[in-house]
């Protein structure tokens, strides 16, 4: 009786470590690839972020951990660009080959993303510039499609026998982004495929405006984020900081300018009186930034021309409500939605008066 | 000033005011008693409590952050007046310098494990006098009154201790005692200024009105006049100037500061000096020293950045697709496709593509030259594609191609 308890339990021992062995140990930077991370690679990667979902990736302080962390991973995820300008010295301290930039245990996010703004005069005096274009992909949902695909790639790399597993799952995630970006009628009526294409040219709202299907335009089958952000679409709005190219380029939002005069510089008060004057001028009535920025400034803007802050984090887990990459933009969109309706309730009762 | 202006600058302009007032008066006793870092490390034991607060949940900018802070200055104030010895060894200054390392380092190791660390520790250290609210400035008036009214009334201790501590010890006075209520005054001064303009700035306003007023004067009165304009008439300019030249204020403020120091410190030496064409002949040597040091090295600079450039990572060029049909939008696709009469690019460019619609376009214009080879692709793409949209197109097509 007692001995096949015994070796029930050696086995178990045994056993244990060597399941675990099998799972990919992927790092990730920003907490937002470890979620896709984890939804293409399923039960067959463990996963661990970097970056927090309400820390600036920009500047995050090296700790020890990092290296620990990065000396046990087979892949690291990171941006590519500089964005994480400390993520090289992290991995140079980490000693792990596998995954220097290069190596196969390395995927660049941004492969295959059209990078927006990129600069034409390179000088360090234009403040945290970012010499190849703005970094900060994520803001875009179907920037994230293209890099669930580098990280497959990058999976299957190192455990090519599940590549059809992987492949499965980046399927189902591409065509979840799809869904929620533009709505489960007209995904089934035009394929995610052409509407990406679309919409990464700016041209899907008009595209759909013209065309028709079955007697009513194209675009009453619009659904999803993009839909959900029909109120804002073509509305100026004031950002904190350039990290909103991405998601502005998906919503046809504008942006007059930024509280920071040049990205990564603390704003001067020649610049916020300058800010504020345009923003009366202009009704600009909605601030937008991450949350990783002085609330306290903001609100001391928003105070004094009436506009609405929106602070929402950048990455997922980044407040309460941001478990993923889905909640996450749910939550960019809704309280952007919102901090508008708060604008035109504002507007009618003072012209009510 | 325009509206706008004065929105800006008003609060930080009144702030700067306050800070003023008070902080030549308690610079002067932080020369004479040469524990010129006090207020750094008590600004760092300050700062440690916020960041402690900010651990707990409260935001650094409330009224439960204000306590916590001013909590922790107290402490550092115990500590200030317990290490100071009769017979001293050790210099206080080098007690005061540990604790205000140890401080910061537990500041540092404290806001780790909170989000934004970094921000928050920048904040720190330059402050935001350009933030600054109204109320804030309110209150720091009545702290600041009652700080100066406690101070009126003890002066004759404070200023016996601070100028002459031995006779103080001598008079049987319990230096402790008063040392801990100077320093715990210091205290309470020292966490509202802190809050609002930050290290950098506090450390300037005690330190260079004190040390200007005492190189010209040695009567108290005078000492503190001087401070009370040089301050007025040094922060007005310096705020002036980190507007006209877009810069950050509390910095400017520091720099100017720093300069007027320098500029008071050369006058007086040519004043009192014995041959006073000699003593500007020693500025102008240091002049040139200094003209000098900077052309060397801005030699340096434009060296390595021309050396960097050299090495800088080029772009390769992206090679011109002269016909990419998924970077073009359909008006401008339609316009170059009707240019294309060669049957056999079409051709080549519809299987290039997966994108059904622009396959439409292309078997449309296709179609044009060829009606048949046209008819044929729009029908597959009709046939084969999963998307009713797609097919209603390519079946518009067809219809567009038979009239």
């Not at chain 2, 040695?218 to 810069?247: E, T």
Request: proline share 4%.
């Amino acid at each position: 009786m007692r001995k096949p308890l015994w070796t029930l339990f050696l086995s178990f021992l045994l056993l244990q470590p060597a399941m675990a062995a099998k799972k990919i140990y992927v790092v990730t930077t920003l907490s937002t690839y470890a979620d896709i991370t984890a939804r293409v690679g399923g039960e067959r990667v463990e996963v661990h972020a970097i970056v927090r979902g309400n820390q600036d990736a920009h500047f995050v302080r090296p700790k020890p951990s990092y290296a620990v962390m990065l000396q046990k991973a087979d892949l690291f995820v990171s941006t590519g660009l500089d964005l994480e300008l400390w993520a090289p010295t992290v991995v140079d301290r980490a000693g792990n080959p596998k995954i220097r930039s290069g190596q196969p245990g390395y995927v660049a996010a941004w492969d295959g993303i059209k990078l927006l703004d990129k600069p034409t005069v390179l000088s360090r005096s234009e403040g945290g510039l970012h010499i190849y274009g703005n970094p900060h992909i994520t803001t875009n949902p179907l920037n994230l499609k293209v890099i669930a695909g580098n990280i497959v790639t990058g999976l299957e790399k190192i455990d090519p026998a599940s590549s059809a597993y992987y492949r499965a799952n980046l399927k189902a995630f591409r065509d979840e982004i799809d869904r929620r970006v533009f709505g489960d009628e007209l995904v089934r009526l035009m394929g995610g495929t052409l509407l990406t294409r679309l919409a990464n040219q700016g041209g899907l709202i008009d595209f759909l405006q013209k065309k028709s299907f079955k007697g009513k335009k194209m675009i009453e089958y619009l659904g999803g984020w993009l839909k959900e952000g029909m109120p804002f679409r073509g509305k100026t709005i004031v950002a904190y900081h350039k990290n909103w190219v991405y998601f502005q380029h998906l919503f046809g939002l504008r942006v007059l300018d930024y509280v920071e005069p040049k990205p990564g510089i603390p704003p001067s008060p020649k610049h916020v009186e300058e800010l504020i004057r345009e923003m009366r001028a202009q009704k600009v009535r909605v601030l937008m930034a991450a949350n990783y920025f002085s609330a306290e400034k903001v609100h001391d803007i928003c105070a004094k021309v009436g506009a609405v802050p929106v602070m929402v984090p950048m990455g997922v887990g980044g407040a309460g409500g941001t478990g993923d990459v889905f909640s996450l933009v749910d939550y960019w969109v809704s309280h952007l939605k919102a901090a508008f309706e708060t604008v035109n309730t504002k507007k009618q009762e003072s012209e009510k008066r | 000033m325009t509206h706008d202006l004065w929105d800006i600058l008003g609060p930080a302009f009144f702030e700067l005011l306050i800070l003023v007032g008070i902080h030549s008066y308690l610079g002067l006793h932080v020369i004479k008693r040469k524990v010129i870092f006090v207020d750094l490390a008590l600004a760092q034991f300050a700062a440690l409590g916020t960041t402690v607060g900010f651990l707990f949940g409260i935001m650094p900018t409330g009224t439960g952050a204000y306590w916590f802070s001013l909590g922790f200055a107290i402490l550092g104030a115990a500590v200030f007046s317990l290490s100071r010895f009769k017979n001293e060894k050790i210099p206080q200054e080098a007690v005061i310098g540990l604790t205000y390392a140890l401080a910061a380092a537990v500041a540092i190791l404290v806001i780790d494990k909170a989000p934004h660390g970094a921000e928050h520790i920048k904040e720190l250290l330059t402050g935001s006098i350009l933030w600054v609210k109204w109320s804030t400035i309110g209150k720091a008036a009545l702290v600041y009154s009652a700080v100066g009214i406690f101070h009126y009334f003890l002066r004759h201790k404070f200023l016996l201790i601070s100028e002459n501590p031995q006779k103080a010890y001598a008079q049987g006075l319990s230096v402790r005692l008063w040392d801990f209520l100077f320093y715990m005054s210091f205290a309470v001064v020292i966490t509202h200024s802190v809050g609002t303009a930050g290290v950098l700035l506090v450390f300037v306003f005690l330190v260079v009105p004190a040390i200007t007023s005492i190189m010209i004067t040695d009567v108290l009165w005078k000492q503190l006049l001087i401070g009370w304009g040089m301050g007025v008439v040094v922060s007005v300019a310096g705020l002036y100037i980190s507007y006209v030249y877009d810069l950050p204020s509390g910095p400017a403020v520091v720099a100017f500061y720093g300069l007027v120091l320098l500029l008071v410190a050369l006058v007086l030496y040519v004043i009192r000096s014995a041959g006073r064409g000699r003593a500007l002949m020693n500025i102008l040597y240091g002049l040139v020293t200094l003209l000098l040091i900077v052309v060397l090295f801005r030699a340096l600079g434009r060296h390595y950045q021309a050396r960097d450039a050299h090495h800088e990572h080029k772009e390769p060029a992206v090679a011109e697709e002269a016909w990419n049909p998924e970077e073009m939008d359909d008006g401008t696709l339609r316009e170059k496709l009707s240019a294309v009469s060669d049957v056999s690019l079409l051709d080549k460019l519809y299987h290039r593509t997966e994108d059904a619609h622009i396959r439409i376009l292309i078997a449309g214009r296709l179609g044009e030259l060829d009606p048949h080879l046209g008819r044929d692709k729009l029908e597959e793409i009709r046939r084969e594609s999963p998307y009713p949209f797609i097919r209603e197109e390519a079946l518009e097509a067809m219809n567009r191609l038979r009239k």
